[in-house]
């Protein structure tokens, strides 16, 4: 699961191009699934299916992550950019980007900001190392979008890179969607598009199956580290079984039942609640007449950074979790 | 096609209200359709059916604009008033309005600079403080002429100025809604559904309502869109220029353009020779949002007439983008492939 880990979170894919990376799970799933398709947003939706007698299930995990859009390209052959999802200027100064060619470059700012909180984005452009418009031009073009470059590295079970958020939840609907064998239900497993930027795949995505239960599989932040903002999540503490967010209040059924599995299962979990933020099940739950919806987290410090941190036990218990709850009664 | 702009600009149709601009809409476009009809939300359909795949393709422009809504009369005759859309309180002060049906005509006032303070002349006035004078003297004599929920526009004539400029209100988007009209004349290989939406300026609300009952196959929103080619304003931050040709939009906040259609919307202004520009900024947001998100899903992208001002009583656009913008549309159309 790690080196998979390691793949997914080096492999490009902004909201909105996110080809490259649905290209690497299809290639690792395409064996597993009994149908695999890919619908007008992008979502890549892979059908396991049931014995006729279970219920319809979406996974939903977005597979897109934060990025720069390049607006525009000054004489001196500076980008200038616009945020793809929650990008904060603090995270970016200085950070090493590549775009999907492989095209690297270095974010920075304009060197008259003498007070480091009125930094915009819009004071900000990309180095791309280019002498001038034209060789900027010839590497680089308006609408291109560059993602942070940063492989991960491993520190005991503490696993650090940029996209965990959500390449650890592809990773955990990747490897569920192998192990489970025994499921009445029929599975989607919903790899989604353009999450970061307002729920965009899911809505769709969820639209076209119209499932009986949805599940979402995201990253969620903590409150664990030196005057961190207080918030009842811990790193290797196991799972989040979410509660809450800004986008939906999880289904008590759906809650409960994730509880009771974990339960049984001896899996330990951590319940959540995010006070900002929100995930896939926030559009899945009011697709059509309603889905009853929760969500799988897994603890992630620096969400949005160009290191994320998460805990490699945590995301193997929210695999465990997940193919608990597929394999029995909805 | 100026006499057509000037109509369709003078026509009063602040969103939530704007069966003025409909029936101007539907008296032009009946004659060009198979059919025209108006849904529940009062977007405009007007439907060409195509000659071969039965495919639906929506192209939609917004027929609403920005404008006021009436919420207070004075006991001294003077009108509270509250924007519909996004308005720059900045621009509101001493310009005419007309108000309602009837099409009163008011001013809208504030203090006179003699009886600022100090204070306040160096800070903007706040939209709450400011009152729409029709010139009456009493909540009775005021009450006669417009009732609370009545609707006003900026009074803003049509102009031609310049080299090709047009100076007008509502060029957002009723740019889109004459292109459109163009685009009905002709025949497609598809079923074309040409939609006048309505309450795009508050949170592209009709788009939405159509495309869920249409359900296309393909979204093109014609729009108009912010130009910042104005001194003062950085070149990485003018997002379009005018007299530069249609904006072809990677991005805005409400949507990703679709990479397919993008690159086909560029390849064909290059193959035709038309002059375009990318709307070098990620700013505002328009139907395509909605008609992208609709359902399952819909391949959809924007195109943009570029305009100074907008929002305003004033915006400033040029007649050969236009012109360029209708070209493109026409023969990315002519040219689609509707999947």
């Known amino acids: 699961m790690k080196d998979l880990l390691g793949l997914l979170t080096a492999t490009y894919g902004p909201s909105g191009n996110e080809d490259p990376i649905r290209e690497l799970i299809e290639n690792e799933i395409k064996d597993y699934v009994d149908e695999l398709s890919t619908d007008a947003l992008g979502n890549l939706i892979a059908v396991k299916k049931g014995n006729g007698t279970g219920k319809k299930v979406m996974i939903a995990a977005h597979m897109d992550q934060i990025g720069l859009i390049v607006t525009g390209i000054d004489d001196k052959g500076f980008l200038r950019f616009s945020n793809i999802g929650g990008v904060s200027v603090l995270n970016i100064i200085n950070r090493r980007v590549k775009f999907k060619d492989g095209t690297c470059g270095v974010v920075s700012y304009e060197s008259e900001i003498d007070d480091i909180k009125k930094l915009t984005l819009q004071k900000m452009y990309i180095d791309i190392g280019a ?5 900027a031009a010839e590497r680089v073009e308006i609408g291109d979008v560059a993602v942070y470059d940063a492989p991960m590295f491993a520190s005991g079970d503490r696993l650090s890179a940029c996209a965990m958020d959500n390449r650890v939840g592809c990773v955990v609907a990747i490897e569920a969607l192998k192990r489970v064998k025994e499921s009445d239900h029929d599975l989607y497993f919903v790899f989604t598009v353009q999450e970061e930027l307002g729920l965009r795949g899911a809505r769709t995505s969820a639209y076209g199956i119209m499932p009986d239960i949805g599940i979402a ?14 918030m009842a999540i811990k790193l290797g503490q196991g799972p989040a079984i979410k509660v809450k967010d800004s986008s939906v209040i999880s289904h008590p059924m759906v809650k409960n039942l994730m509880i009771k599995r974990a339960k049984e299962a001896n899996i330990p979990y951590q319940l959540e609640v995010l006070e900002a933020g929100g995930t896939d099940s926030g559009a899945i739950h009011l697709t059509a007449s309603g889905v009853p919806s929760g969500v799988i987290s897994v603890p992630c410090r620096y969400v949005h950074s160009g290191q994320e941190m998460i805990d490699l036990r945590d995301m193997m218990q929210a695999t465990d979790l997940l193919v608990a709850i597929l394999n029995k009664d909805l | 096609m100026v006499d057509l702009l000037k109509e369709l600009t003078e026509a009063a149709g602040v969103s939530g209200n704007e ?14 359709s198979d059919k025209t009809y108006v849904d529940r939300m009062g977007n405009v359909i007007a439907v060409k059916k195509g000659t071969g795949s039965g495919k639906k393709l929506m192209v939609a422009a917004h027929m609403d604009e920005v404008g006021f809504i009436i919420s207070g009369i004075g006991d001294n005759g003077m009108l509270k008033f509250r924007p519909v859309g996004g308005i720059d309180q900045r621009v509101l002060v001493s310009k005419r309005v007309l108000i309602g049906p009837d099409r009163i005509p008011g001013v809208i006032g504030v203090k006179a600079i003699h009886l600022q303070e100090p204070q306040e002349r160096n800070t903007v006035i ?11 003297s009493s909540k009775e004599e005021a009450s006669r002429l417009v009732k609370l929920g009545d609707y006003a526009i900026f009074d803003s004539s049509f102009l031609i100025f310049g080299q090709d400029k047009v100076k007008a209100k509502a060029l957002d ?5 004459s292109i459109i009209l163009e685009l009905l004349k002709d025949r497609y290989d598809f079923d074309l559904y040409a939609c006048f939406t309505v309450q795009e300026e508050v949170g592209l609300r009709g788009a939405g309502v159509a495309a869920y009952h249409i359900e296309p196959d393909m979204g093109l929103v014609i729009e108009g869109t912010t130009a910042a080619d104005i001194p003062d304003v950085p070149d990485h931050l003018k997002t379009t220029k005018l007299g530069k040709g249609p904006a072809i939009s990677f991005m805005d906040y409400s949507s990703v353009a679709n990479k397919d259609l993008f690159k086909q919307m560029v390849r064909t202004a290059e193959e035709n020779k038309i002059p375009y520009q990318l709307k070098e900024n990620v700013s505002g947001g328009n139907d395509a949002g909605r008609i992208q998100q609709s359902r399952a899903g819909v391949p959809t992208i924007a195109i943009s007439v570029p305009c ?32």
């Open chain 2, 308 to 339: 100074r001002y907008i929002h305003s009583p004033s915006c400033v656009m040029d007649l050969n983008d236009y012109k360029n913008t209708l070209l493109l549309a026409q023969k990315f159309l002519k040219g689609c492939e509707v999947r």
């Open chain 1, 131 to 135: 002498k001038n418009k034209e060789e």
């Open chain 2, 173 to 177: 988007d009723r740019v889109g809604c």
């Open chain 2, 19 to 32: 069966n003025e601009v409909r029936d101007i809409i539907l008296r032009l476009a009946q004659p060009l």
């Open chain 2, 126 to 136: 706040k939209q709450r403080q400011m009152y729409i004078d029709i010139g009456a």
């Open chain 1, 217 to 230: 599989l995201d990253v969620t932040l903590t409150g664990d580290t030196p005057n961190a903002r207080r």
